[in-house]
């Protein structure tokens, strides 16, 4: 279920839904968050993951290894937000039609 662009709400910023969507597996690095949103760039990548990380949405973990290793994952409460979003994008299939 992917569901993460014209519904008629947000959660979050415009990239929000897609880093929840692209975590719901598991820890994921910067890169392979990124190759699955294509569209967006690193500078703006970057700063929805601080800012969920600030939210407690995400937990960031880095490594201290040469080259440096950092990787995203959700916390509880992001799960919880994963939920809601999968709730909404239920009801946008069942209450929005196509024109």
Not at 17 to 29: D, F
Not at 32 to 60: F, I, Q
Not at 66 to 83: I, K, S
């Amino acid at each position: 279920m992917r569901c993460t662009h014209d519904l008629p709400y947000q959660i979050g910023d415009k990239w929000t839904a897609h880093v929840l969507r692209g975590l719901q597996g598991g820890r994921r690095r910067f890169g392979e968050l990124r190759a699955g949103m294509p569209r967006v760039t690193p500078k703006v990548l970057a700063e929805t993951l601080r800012a969920m990380e600030r939210e407690g949405t995400v937990s960031r973990e880095a490594f201290a290894e040469n080259p440096p290793r950092v990787e995203y994952e959700l916390t509880e409460q992001g799960r919880r937000v994963l939920g809601l979003l999968d709730l909404c994008c239920d009801w946008a299939r069942e209450n929005l039609v196509e024109t």
